[in-house]
């Protein structure tokens, strides 16, 4: 059955490393990245900043006018670059700071790369006994204060480390932050103010499974607080579900941090915090630090009478939790996670807001304070592998695509429809980003394709096959970064094609990890 990480779901299969956990690393040749920010900005974070913004605000060399000039300046190859021993791909957004673009692969290895020419400047390897759905990193990097913090998807037991920025001596280790049994997390982390906020899932389909959070010291990795999305008093009484595998916006002058959650693992019970984008208190000085203060619940998983009647049918009813624990659509599971990561702006009236695209194909918009709804705007339809591609905002904004078929919107801060273009896509993963008044993403085919942000109309689509010089490019679930006037496209290739943009290797041992970096000549 298709389940909500379908881009990633049989990858574990293949990344069942054995031996202890461990972390290695080899300096491959005499690289180095420049010091301060260049021009046209950096990308340190999955969502570029703080707002899950994922816009690059100091890009002004690309424009509508020039963008279909793109060329590739280098590429990078995970399984040249290490001799085969790293045949797998990259799900998350690579980032950058200080001339070094940082990529995590499901393999566990984490590269740094010298953004202007694409040379390893250091690579260290992360070993698990078993990695947990979707390989050993899932998620991609961030860069804080000359740490670059990942996430290691060990099952049963992920935990962080921090690699200093310019050697990738590893700085600390986390304790593991979730220990439930088949526990595992597909999120990014994120730093905010000197914490790192990390997500984390149960294992799928677990009807005691609980999702949630752990928020650790940047400086020291020590666990300061651990939060269920379902408060433990619930979790007595049947609720479950609510893994957290997207990344959070935060608000820098009120402290608080907002991220979805994803459906419940009951087909009877759904408690209010799961499908729904939790508010969460991240002010050490309150009481209330660490907390969930607040919710905004979108479409529940048997959001109609119909579905209600049907999950009562004999046969859904003869199921339990126990006997059927996978989403079931049939029964009424819809399995309509926030996969995507929440966007923060202001309306038109300086209203903060937070919106977050549901997989019920409903891109939902609340007041940041208060948790109520502020408007709503239907982008696609229902689907369990469908609208959990992270969207962008700028000032004139939002972008998203709706799928299934895909359509790239455009909203108004208020709501409003400003445009619309068919993409012809599937189930799309890959987040999109923009710059400059222009709107980027990479289609299921595996091509960069960019668009007006003000007209929408399609500027570029270029496959990246044509550069990586493989026929077999498939895009995963990693997302764009745009920094020092350059456009990092992340992506797998391979004779296998599509089982490599799972993260799955070939039977001939060939999948492998791309990073395309386009420029203007």
């Known amino acids: 059955m298709l389940t909500r990480r379908s881009i990633v779901l049989l990858a574990s299969l293949s990344l069942m490393a054995t031996g202890a956990p461990a972390a290695t690393a080899s300096r491959p040749q005499p690289e180095a990245c420049s010091a301060g920010a260049a021009a046209g900005g950096d990308w340190p974070a999955y969502g570029h900043d703080a707002l899950n913004s994922r816009t690059q605000d100091a890009e002004h060399l690309l424009s509508p006018a020039n963008v279909g000039q793109l060329a590739a300046s280098w590429v990078f190859d995970t399984a040249a670059t290490t001799n085969g021993a790293d045949q797998s791909v990259f799900n998350g957004t690579a980032t950058e700071a200080d001339g070094c673009l940082f990529a995590a692969s499901t393999g566990g290895f984490v590269y740094a790369l010298n953004a202007s020419d694409g040379k390893v400047v250091w690579q260290r390897q992360f070993t698990v006994p078993t990695a947990g759905l979707g390989g050993v990193f899932v998620g991609g990097p961030v860069v804080d204060d000359g740490r670059v913090i990942v996430y290691v998807d060990r099952d049963s037991g992920p935990y962080l480390a921090a690699l200093d920025e310019h050697t990738g001596e590893v700085l600390w280790t986390s304790a593991p932050v979730y220990s439930y049994p088949g526990g595992y997390t597909n999120a990014t982390p994120q730093v905010f103010g000197g914490l790192v906020f990390a997500g984390f899932s149960p294992p799928e389909g677990d009807p005691k499974g609980v999702g949630g959070f752990a928020l650790l010291d940047a400086t020291s990795g020590a666990l300061l607080k651990v939060t269920s999305t379902i408060p433990a008093e619930d979790v007595k009484k049947g609720y479950a579900g609510g893994g957290i595998w997207s990344t959070p916006a935060y608000d820098a002058a009120t402290r608080y941090a907002y991220v979805g959650a994803g459906n419940p693992y009951s087909r009877n019970l759904e408690h209010k915090n799961v499908n729904a984008i939790l508010k969460i208190d991240l002010d050490r000085d309150r009481s209330t630090f660490g907390d ?20 009562q049918t004999p046969a859904c009813e003869a199921g339990s939790d ?58 696609g339809l229902s689907c369990q592998a469908c609208n959990a591609a992270s969207t962008a905002v700028d000032a004139s904004g939002v972008f998203l695509e709706g799928t299934p078929g895909g359509v790239m919107w455009s909203l108004s801060h208020d709501g409003s429809r400003q445009w619309a273009d068919p993409v012809g896509d599937g189930a799309h993963y ?34 990246l096959s044509l550069d990586t010089m493989n026929g077999d490019v498939a895009a995963t679930s990693a997302g764009i970064a745009i920094a020092g006037h350059t456009i990092f496209v992340s992506a797998s290739a ?10 799955i290797a070939p039977p001939d041992g060939t999948a492998t990890g791309v990073i395309v970096a386009y420029r203007l000549p």
Not at 433 to 449: E, H, M, Q
């Open 292 to 311: 969930i203060v607040g919710s905004y619940k979108g479409n529940v998983d048997q959001y109609s009478q119909a579905l209600e009647t049907l999950s």
């Open 494 to 503: 391979g004779p296998a094609g599509g089982a490599s943009a799972l993260g």
């Open 322 to 379: 126990q006997t059927l624990p996978l989403d079931d659509p049939a029964c009424g599971q819809l399995d309509l996670d926030f996969g995507a990561a929440p966007n923060l702006f202001r309306d038109a009236k300086g209203r903060l807001l937070v919106g977050d695209l549901q997989k019920s194909g409903v891109y939902h918009v609340a007041d940041a304070a208060a948790m109520t709804p502020a408007w709503t705007q239907i982008v």
């Open 430 to 463: 890959q987040a999109i980003s923009t710059a400059n008044g222009v709107v980027f993403t990479v289609d299921n085919a595996g091509a960069l394709a960019a668009w007006d942000a003000a007209s929408g109309i399609p500027l570029l689509r270029r496959p």
